[in-house]
């Protein structure tokens, strides 16, 4: 078979999730009602901080930034995913692959970086309590907040670039739900070696090196917290930082599955449940794991729902 060079009608099959067409309606189902329950969640949260002037602080300003990336993560492949099902079509053109390629490492860059940053403030209001609103001052802030989407841009352009240099021949048929590197590499009739090792170079930066700091944060923090003379301080301190714990164990956990464990221990199935935990169980979590352990969140949700109500009515 002759190599097939990239072009605008050139397309790959996603296989998707299952092989077998009975499933596809409980699949549709499924992730239908998460991606319904996950814009719900996030989009409330970003309206809840948005409207609330005593949410107007660091912690919640970076809790809206995430809620916005996990919106457009999920967004990016879960909805593509349930057109293929209900179109019966499990096709994509070689552009559109690229574009959902593209926004897929653009986000996860970001989601990966604001973690760590959130991190980065928890430690500066419990190690340095005093002096906490002279650091995270709204300056710092903001090269906080939109220095990982600077930095994702050039990182994800970068992935792009490389791809569209290389052939692909033979099978066009991805193991996946959605366009992603890995996969895309293997079906590459070309070598692929500098993607590859550009991928290790990223991943150390956007997941080893994020998921370093943020353990350095949190051993200063326990160290903190361990000082606190009373029961209640402790537990009040430790409360605030169990939400954020919670998505760091989501969010590495299958991270470093997907991209840091070696090739020989990877399977089609391995990658697409750590894919689905990364872009649409996690995204549909955390506006849970956020809300329920934090009252003025709730409280500001409540006071949000009421006035829609209200206005309603």
């Known amino acids: 078979m ?4 990239q072009t605008s009608a050139f397309e790959f099959i996603l296989l998707g999730l299952s092989e077998y067409p009975e499933q596809e309606t409980l699949l549709f189902a499924l992730f239908l009602c ?8 996030n989009l409330l949260i970003i309206l809840a901080i948005s409207s609330d002037s005593h949410l107007h602080t660091p912690m919640y300003f970076f809790l809206a930034n995430l809620s916005l990336v996990d919106f457009g993560l999920a967004t990016n492949t879960v909805p593509k995913m349930l057109v293929n099902i209900q179109m019966k079509s499990k096709s994509i053109s070689y552009p559109c692959c690229l ?18 940053v959130m991190a980065y403030d928890r430690y500066v209001a419990i190690c340095h309590p005093l002096h906490y609103t002279t650091i995270m001052s709204p300056r710092l802030c903001g090269l906080l907040a939109g220095g990982p989407w ?3 841009y050039f990182i994800s352009l970068t992935h ?10 033979g099978s066009n048929k991805i193991p996946h739900y ?9 079906l590459s009739c070309t070598d692929t070696s500098v993607n590859k090792i550009f991928v290790l170079i990223v991943a150390g930066l956007v997941i080893a090196t994020p998921f370093i700091c943020i353990l350095a944060s949190y051993v200063r923090i326990i160290v903190a917290i361990i000082k606190v003379p009373s029961a209640g301080g402790r537990k009040k301190a430790f409360s605030t930082c169990s939400s954020h714990l919670s998505v760091v164990a989501l969010l590495y956990g299958t991270t470093i599955g997907v991209y840091l464990c070696p090739s020989s221990v990877r399977t089609a199935v391995k990658e697409k449940a750590s894919a689905i935990m990364y872009t649409a169980v996690t995204p549909m979590l955390n506006p849970f794991i956020y809300s329920l352990r934090n009252r003025d969140l709730k409280g500001a949700l409540r006071n949000l729902i009421s006035k829609k109500i209200t206005s309603a009515s």
């Open 2 to 5: 002759e190599p097939r060079n």
């Open 99 to 116: 574009t959902q390629m593209y926004f897929f490492h653009f986000f996860g860059i970001i989601d990966s970086v604001l973690i760590a």
């Open 34 to 41: 998460m991606y319904v329950v996950m814009a719900m969640g």
């Open 150 to 152: 600077v930095f994702s």
């Open 160 to 169: 792009i670039l490389l791809m569209v240099r290389l052939v692909f021949c």
């Open 178 to 186: 959605f366009c992603d590197l890995t996969p895309l590499l293997r």
